[in-house]
């Protein structure tokens, strides 16, 4: 295996890792709250993971929810016509 090969491999591994940890879907979350002006959201919706699953959100339940709110967010803001 060449240099390149190994380095295209190493750069997947750690692309697949970062998408599997929870810490960072948890980072993510709080981006896209923080964009939407809703600061002190992120642990109510980690609890609200917690009490549907029954055990605290992995990477895919955290990013699934965050993207739902986000889709959330975006129809009420075309719904009432919300600038920001």
Do not use: C, P, W
């Amino acid at each position: 295996m060449n240099l390149i090969e190994q380095s295209v491999e190493q750069i997947s591994k750690e692309s697949f890792k970062n998408y599997y940890d929870r810490e960072q879907a948890e980072e993510e979350l709080m981006d896209m709250l923080q964009s939407n002006r809703l600061f002190k959201m992120k642990d109510t919706t980690l609890d609200f993971i917690k009490k549907l699953t029954g055990q605290s959100g992995n990477s895919f339940t955290i990013r699934e929810t965050g993207k739902f709110l986000s889709n959330l967010i975006n129809e009420h803001k075309i719904k009432y016509e919300i600038k920001e």
